[in-house]
């Protein structure tokens, strides 16, 4: 398993902290995303091969957030 952390920006709210979780763990071979709201950044682990953090990263962009 590998530990990533993505900064994302545009999240505001426990609401928005959920659908980038959601986001995020629906992306397959990612089995967790931790957000945090006050540090802006998305630890995520995941299967390398199955996942990737580009993947992650479009599915944080679909979701209506910025990675950066
Ligand atoms: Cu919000």
Redesign the pocket.
Known sequence: MTQETIKVEG???????L?VKKAVEAVEGVQKADVNLQTKQVTIDYEEGKANTEKVKDAIREAGYEPV
């Open positions: 999240m505001s709210c426990m609401h928005c902290q659908r």
